[in-house]
């Protein structure tokens, strides 16, 4: 008995079996539904006791009840973390906290409603990406998600309910679920759940049912939801089976294969094959290998391209494969993604071809086992268009035959020159060398005239009689057949050889374009940059180069935003073939069976929301345009990069705006109150109180004067930063003193900085500086009222002045407690305001003095001072002479 030899693994599947090892990573799983109410959270509520029942460390990051009595009792011996506090809009928001989630780690961890939008201010603007973090941190998350909130199915869901769902989860994150479980609910006891208030309060139940919950959109929403999951299940199965070296086809369900060569009939095999996916709801795959032994046509691969754009155009998947056994590459791929029945062509050929051959529908029967193979007639189709000329390969010329000739002659002479050294398997073997150096060079034409007159001139002039064709020795005949059969047979294959290094030449010179191509791409920093980019490569690609315009849809209309040659421009009627192929998301124009009276050839770059940019080229040949829709690909990918960054940075840009308005808010509202509610009780006081002393009734307006004054200190402070932001400050210069300006804005902050040393040093002779005096005293106001909020009181504030050749400094310091170096920046931006932070202020003063001074030309730094406190320079560039300098007397 003998054994059997164990089976060698398949390396791809170990390979990526050491992978997913090495990957290992937190689990995710999404409880799924078809739309709020159906139970996604009370089934992950009921899986999570379960699992806390069973020893795991199960916490409840964030549940919502929305009020229902049964859900909130299963929460009941479950650990829930404490939700975050956020103001928003004057109100108090709760937010999942995921800083204590990340602090508490727990094993798994339950966060309701995916889809959710944080509040503005949050460390992430979606919940998904909460998860993510989680996920990434090593905590197991269960969640809840429904139908309507994957971003692939938006627009279905939009077209199905008449509703836009704003919030959506990109199916990336569905794809990295480990586990997604359906909650289903049959949509009449939805309803009966919604009209007995089990989901909505009765009015909002009502107002549901009249729009999203209508029984026919339910309908709808759970077929998606079926097939979303069944979707998933099958690409489970599929991983389970390749991790595994699973071979035996599994019934689960039908998967259909198609295959497909340049044969004619091969369209009516495709088309047979999407109507029989169709009938089953099957998914279908249409198989072309692709054999480096055999050459093809340049007739025979236009054929086949336009098979497979016909599989793409009515919705298959398009799969390539390279072996020298088609037959076997066809069954190895077929079991390894499950395939569940196989469409072939009846065979038109001889049965001799096959017996010389082999038969592909004989390989692929035999090694079917439990897949079901089905023979469809192979009639040939007659084309609605005819098929666009190609340029075929080199073909030999008649002077490649004289060479072929000439060759024979020398080799002959050669021969009879060395026959008396030379036997006569070497003098067979000379010809045959120089038969295989004719079909590596010259071509198989060519090669087979050598193999005649080789023939010939060995039977003419080395075989007796000589000089003459008789043959005396019968034996000679063999000789004779087995030269030109050997002849032949190298001239086949060095022909052949040579074919398909011509063919590796092209494969790699398109493989280095698309890299450099691929490159160019990743160095575009602009969309119009991208389009140039793309718009010459695509020129280059066709030869000779064309001309090629990328067009973009903006406003309606399709608008040019790249080109090459730059100047190159497409006429009114390839513009109106442009629009089409956005219209309808498919190629065409010349060489196409669309609009081919065209000068142009036109094919989509499609994008996730429709096609954003069209290549408009000349008729490009069949090989050439493989590449340009690889050039689509990859420029449809930069450009929805693109997008994507232009809308994290709107995004990140709104998000900032809403924090910044909270907090000009929430600060100004602030300082705004105050003074008015103390003058507000000062004045009450002095209405209603008529016994009042004078001392007291002084006291009480000089209240009501000193918060008025600030009031209008913040109401100018905010209308100078709209002013600022606006442009629309004007500078009115005039030479002032420094003296003056410091005497003015002390004089303005006189109760304020009363019990304060303020020390002014102002050296004789500083010249005169060219400043508006109404905006620079505000700049020293800001700078003094600063020193006050943030200094101690009885702290002392230095002022001083200092000319230098071309410039003036003024400088205020103080002894406060300073600042966080890394703040001497930040304190210049509006809203920023530095420790302590219970000073009153809306954080516009620093940011106004900044761009008041930048408008005259300077600039204002903050740094420490040396033994504590903080130093605000201001450095004014001198222009002009200042008039306080003399001119020189003439002599």
């Known amino acids: 008995m003998v054994d059997e030899a164990p089976t060698r693994p398949d390396p791809d599947a170990l390979l990526a079996r050491l992978k997913a090892e090495e990957h290992q990573r937190a689990r995710l799983k999404i409880f799924f539904g078809f739309a709020p109410g159906v139970g996604k959270t009370f089934a992950m509520l009921e899986s999570a006791r379960r699992l806390k029942a069973s020893g795991l460390d199960v916490v409840i990051g964030l549940v919502e009840t929305h009020g229902r009595s049964e859900t909130a009792r299963l929460m009941e011996g479950l650990e829930l973390l404490p939700r975050q506090q956020r103001d928003y809009r004057g109100k108090r928001l709760e937010e999942f906290d995921l800083e204590r989630a990340l602090a508490r780690k727990p094993a798994i961890l339950l966060v309701d409603e995916l889809a959710h939008t944080n509040v503005p201010g949050s460390r992430h603007t979606r919940r998904w990406q909460d998860v993510l973090e989680l996920l990434d941190a090593g905590i197991e998350v269960h969640t809840t998600l429904n139908v309507q909130h994957v971003e692939s199915l938006n627009d279905v869901v939009a077209q199905i309910t008449h509703v836009q769902v704003r919030e959506t989860v990109p199916d990336s994150l569905l794809e990295r679920a480990d586990e997604i479980e359906l909650i289903d609910l049959p949509p009449e006891e939805l309803l009966k759940r919604m009209s007995e208030g089990k989901v909505y309060l009765p009015e909002q139940a009502r107002r549901a049912t009249e729009s999203f919950f209508r029984r026919g959109n339910l309908l709808a929403l759970r077929e998606l939801a079926l097939r979303r999951t069944a979707e998933r299940v099958d690409d489970d199965v599929i991983a389970y089976r390749q991790q595994h070296e699973i071979k035996t086809t599994w019934p689960s369900g039908d998967r259909i294969a198609v295959c497909v060569g340049p044969a004619p009939a091969s369209e009516r095999l495709v088309r047979a094959a999407r109507r029989m996916a169709a009938g089953l709801r099957a998914p279908w795959f249409a198989l072309w290998v692709d054999n480096p032994v055999a050459a093809m046509s340049q007739a025979d691969r236009g054929r086949l391209e336009s098979h497979l754009r016909l599989v793409a155009t009515l919705g298959g998947e398009v799969v390539r494969l390279s072996s020298a056994r088609v037959g076997e590459a066809i069954l190895d791929w077929a079991r390894t993604h499950n395939i569940t029945r196989i469409i072939l062509g009846k065979p038109t050929h001889s049965p001799l071809r096959d017996a010389l051959r082999g038969s592909l529908l004989t390989t692929i029967v035999r090694g079917s086992l439990d897949i079901d193979v089905l023979v469809i007639s192979g009639d040939p189709v007659t084309p609605a268009q005819p098929v666009e000329p190609v340029v075929p390969a080199r073909s030999a010329r008649l002077s490649d035959y004289g060479v072929s000739a000439l060759t024979i002659g020398a080799l002959t002479g050669i021969a009879l020159v060395l026959q008396h050294l030379l036997g006569p398997p070497d003098l067979e073997m000379l010809f045959l060398l120089g038969i295989m150096v004719l079909a590596a060079t010259l071509g198989r034409g060519p090669a087979l005239l050598a193999s005649a007159l080789a023939v010939a001139a060995y039977d003419f002039f080395f075989v007796p009689p000589l000089l003459t064709f008789a043959v005396a020795d019968t034996r000679f005949f063999l000789t004779f057949f087995m030269m030109f059969g050997v002849a032949s047979v190298i001239s086949a294959l060095a022909s052949r050889l040579r074919t398909q290094e011509r063919e590796a030449r092209q494969r790699e010179r398109q493989t280095q374009t698309l890299l450099a191509f691929t490159r160019a791409l990743s160095e575009a920093d602009t969309v119009d940059g991208l389009a140039r980019t793309t718009a010459r490569y695509c020129a280059e690609a066709i030869a000779p180069p064309a001309s090629v315009v990328v067009l973009m849809p903006h406003d309606g209309a399709l608008k040019p935003r790249g080109a090459w040659p730059i100047q190159v421009e497409l006429e009114p009627a390839d513009l109106g073939v442009a629009q089409w192929v956005h219209d309808h998301g498919r190629s065409a124009g010349k060489g196409t069976d669309t609009l081919s009276a065209a000068q142009a050839y036109c094919f989509p770059l499609a994008r996730r929301q429709g096609v954003i940019a069209l290549l408009g080229a000349g008729q490009p040949r069949v090989e050439e345009r493989t590449l340009l829709d690889s050039f689509a690909r990859q420029a449809a990918v930069s450009v929805e990069r693109f997008h994507l960054a232009e809308e994290a940075r709107a995004a990140a840009l709104r998000a900032r705006t809403e924090e910044l308005r909270s907090s000009l808010l929430s600060g100004v509202s602030h300082d705004l109150r105050t003074p008015l509610a103390v003058v507000t009780g000062a004045a009450t006081a002095l209405r209603d109180d008529a016994a009042l002393?004078?001392?007291?009734?002084?006291?009480?307006?000089?209240?009501?004067?000193?918060?008025?004054?600030?009031?209008?200190?913040?109401?100018?402070?905010?209308?100078?930063?709209?002013?600022?932001?606006?442009?629309?400050?004007?500078?009115?210069?005039?030479?002032?003193?420094?003296?003056?300006?410091?005497?003015?804005?002390?004089?303005?902050?006189?109760?304020?900085?009363?019990?304060?040393?303020?020390?002014?040093?102002?050296?004789?002779?500083?010249?005169?500086?060219?400043?508006?005096?109404?905006?620079?005293?505000?700049?020293?106001?800001?700078?003094?009222?600063?020193?006050?909020?943030?200094?101690?009181?009885?702290?002392?504030?230095?002022?001083?002045?200092?000319?230098?050749?071309?410039?003036?400094?003024?400088?205020?310091?103080?002894?406060?407690?300073?600042?966080?170096?890394?703040?001497?920046?930040?304190?210049?931006?509006?809203?920023?305001?530095?420790?302590?932070?219970?000073?009153?202020?809306?954080?516009?003063?620093?940011?106004?003095?900044?761009?008041?001074?930048?408008?005259h030309g300077g600039r204002v730094i903050a740094r420490l001072r040396e033994g504590g406190g903080a130093r605000f320079i201001i450095s004014l560039p001198l222009l002009e002479i200042p008039p306080s300098v003399p001119p020189e007397e003439e002599t």
């Open 693 to 855: 002393d004078p001392s007291t009734r002084a006291q009480l307006l000089g209240t009501i004067c000193d918060e008025a004054e600030r009031l209008e200190r913040l109401v100018r402070n905010l209308l100078e930063m709209t002013r600022l932001q606006a442009g629309a400050l004007t500078v009115k210069r005039e030479w002032v003193p420094p003296e003056e300006l410091v005497g003015s804005a002390r004089s303005r902050l006189t109760r304020q900085l009363s019990g304060r040393e303020v020390h002014v040093s102002l050296p004789d002779g500083l010249p005169l500086i060219p400043v508006d005096p109404v905006l620079f005293e505000q700049v020293l106001l800001n700078l003094l009222e600063n020193a006050l909020k943030y200094t101690p009181p009885g702290t002392p504030i230095d002022v001083a002045a200092r000319a230098l050749p071309d410039s003036v400094e003024l400088e205020v310091a103080d002894r406060g407690p300073g600042f966080n170096e890394a703040d001497g920046e930040r304190l210049f931006q509006k809203f920023f305001r530095g420790a302590p932070r219970g000073t009153s202020g809306a954080g516009l003063g620093l940011a106004v003095c900044r761009g008041i001074v930048e408008a």
